[in-house]
């Protein structure tokens, strides 16, 4: 972490950057923020890196590099893939940002220790990067002590992850850890959801939606939400009300927002890290792009700031509406 | 508040039957915004016309809704109606409670309450329209007509006629297309080439004829009126202005082995050809993927030989752009690949041939030079074997063939079998058959000489199985559904009646074009009826096969109705744009791309412009909509996740309006 530190440091001293974008330390062990540092002094007080920094900070970017001067950005691997996607939709401006790849051994979920009764966490090590991956120490506010697998408390989307390598960047600090299960599929709970009865499968979304509070946390923290004003704020759309009519409307604003993503979702899963009721959001975003893969062929959103995507190209290749109809009837 | 007035029409009993249409009007005065609604026999009439001006005039209205049959028969009428009354002829909706509603419905219980939603969705969407007004675009006067054939000869004839300057692409080294391969034609018998060569003769003398062969257009941009199209000119390796088409060249050629194309593989030709003799341009062109100079970099003696110096090896593929006001399509057709019908012999004996090598092989100018033999050992045939319907009128889950009748099969083989028993009486002719369709002047007479006056044997059933015999005779097993026999003959040749499909090139121009094909790559018609030959994009025609299968007259017909209609439009000065084309919210845009990413007229380009936004003054990058190229399709608005992009008299919040009194 000091590594990340000193180097902002330095690009802060000689002028190639005026802000530095990174995490900073939270109220709570396990709750670091997004925050833009300025200084020297207020790096090496706040600055944080570790197992708890699973905010993706591309889209603060979008305002980041509005600014003048240069901003230096951390990015993790996955990351990189959101932030090209925002190059593609010029919505960041690449001139003004100085990324820095940092390394990754796979984040936390808070979740998952709490489901352990570890969740008032009081002092934890072992959560650095550079810190042996393997186990984790803590200490709650009660004075318990545990031992736990570093990987029994990992987020799941780490298990599924696409890569260690950035897909952009300007410099890399730190090395990653592999952090893949072993026969992973991501696309497994979806394709477990497809298998269902459309009954079964509308009373699963419908118990899972139903939990929904209409936060938009979801929306705030996705890179590919983007919009300038969200439909669902539109009072020129006439969405926003029509969205209001009843519960399952209300529902609705979750499988539009997937539409609205598809095809450019990168599948970073911020979605269902930041739910507050625990939705697992990302699974519409996987049932969209396993669909596209199937359609289109294989697509990774941001993999590079260039190739359209699935859904806004049109090529002699593209499958005739009826594939779609017939795949929906297996 | 618009002040709407709704007109309810009973088209006869077209809608008057199965709508209770007084309820539907009674229904509407109750709507917001409605001050005004009545129902009348016929609104398309003149006293219904003049019904809705009086009311406009009497009640002041600023909006009408008409419930009547669908927008594509009279909303330009009742556009006209509102315009003379004094209102903006946008400012007039359709409800279609004929075709989507009476036409349907078996009752008034089920039509009524369903036109009533279909009023109530007009009133909402016309409660939120906004007057709108028409722009104008120029008139490029030429016109571009792709492919050499028939279709496209006769088109770009009665366009230079009228005189409009045209331009014909044809992909081949000469335009002729299918017809100059053809020997001769029913029900007169005329020489194909008599009656086409002078017809080649007259494009090529036409001044203001331009013929691109060995053309392709390879993009086209802009709109009715104005079209930009890229025409990609292949090199021949031999300079067109220095060539006499001596022919030297060609018949010093080592490389002869290539399957000739013209013979549709019959014989071979060199490396360096002419098509055929009476090919326009007489310009020969080097096959570049058989030509040994190409291959290996030596030989070169084409070049050697040439006494203008004619051939280079150097010259290059030529891009050439140009302007046209209108395009016509005659990309004409080819007979599907028999290959696939392997029960029947195709592929497997030189003996079993398609009935277009049948032309080439009874034609003088053929492989064969006009003499009727087998393939395989060159003796004339004593027993011959015609199938009918090879890959037409196939079921729909037949892979192989296609499901339409191709129109012309029954015809020419009644005049193969005519010829073929006038020049060799000895010949015994069977021709198994499923229908025998001979609509059209003097046709049936024709069919009915080859049976009555030529005595051709005509079997009605199918053939399962063509075997090929140690002693080179096909064994055709068949049935005969007359007489419930099966027949079997031993024959020296049989000739398969393929299904004709057109041009698979029409795929990559349909796209380009953006044109609708329909599920055989037949094009779509603007209107199946009353615009034959129309494409659905404006500016666009039709000509030949590539619409539906016919002959050469009804080519020939559709040919000149193709360039009445390009004339049509050539001579207008100016044109009326659709003011109906999208229109970005500047403050809601947020430059994403994705509208531009799937508009498929090039019509959205981006910009940097200063915004002004609640206090906020800055420079953002947002969509602009080019009024000349948007052709109102609606595919950005559905794109643009936020919203921010509107179609002009079908907005986001109209279409919304609509679906919630649906819902309601």
Redesign the interface.
Known sequence: MQELINRAKELLADGTVVRVLGWKKGDLPYNPEPHIFTSAQELEKDFIYNGFCGANLSKYMIAAT?LEGKTLVFLKPCDTFSFNQLIK???VNRDNAYIIGVGCKGKLDHRKFAAMGLGDIAEISGIELSDACDRIHVKTIYGEEKDIDYRDVMLERCFFCKTKEHQIFDEKLLDSKDTVAEGADRFEEVRKIEAMTPAERYAFFRSELSKCIRCNACRNVCPAC??????FD?T????AQ?ANADTFEENMFHIIRAF??AGRCTDCGECSRVCPQNIPLHLFNRKFILDADDLYGEFQAGSDTTT??PL???T?HDVEPAAGLERSRG | MQRIGVFVCHCGTNIAATVDVSKVAEAAKHEPGVVYAVDYTYMCSENGQNLIAQAIKDYGLTAIVVCSCSPRMHEATFRAVAEKAGINPFMVEIANIREQCSWVHKDMEEGTPKAITLMKTAVAKVNLDSPLQEGESTVTKRALVIGGGIAGIQTALDIADAGYKVDIVEKLPSIGGRMSQLDKTFPTLDCSSCILTPRMTEVNQNPNIRIFTYSEVTDVSGFVGNFTVQITKHSRSVRAEDCTGCGICTSKCPSRKTPNEFNRGLDTRPAIYIPFAQAIPNVPVIDKEHCIHFKTGKCGICSKVCPSHAVDYELKDEIIEEKYGAIVVATGFDMIDLHKFGELGYGVSKDVVSSIELERLMNAAGPTSGHLERMSDHKQPKEMVFIQCVGSRCAPDDRRGKTYCSKICCMYTAKQAILIKDHYPDTNIHVFYIDVRTPGKNFDEFYRRAVEQYGVDYIKGNVGKVTPLPNGKLHVHGVDLLDQKDVEIDADMVVLAGAIEPNPDIRKLATMLTLSIDNNNFLNEAHAKLRPVEAATAGVFMSGVVQGPKDIPETVAQAGAAAIKVVGLLAKDKLKTNPCIAEPDELYCNGCSVCANVCPYGAITYVDKEIRDHGLRETRRIASVNSALCKGCGACSVACPSGAMNLKGFTNRQIMAEVDTVCQ
Request: with cysteine.
């Open positions: 509005k939709e010029h919505q983007n919009c300038r004003h969200c439909v539109n020129k759309y006439d969405t029509k609205h993503v359209p995507g806004t190209a049109y002699l």
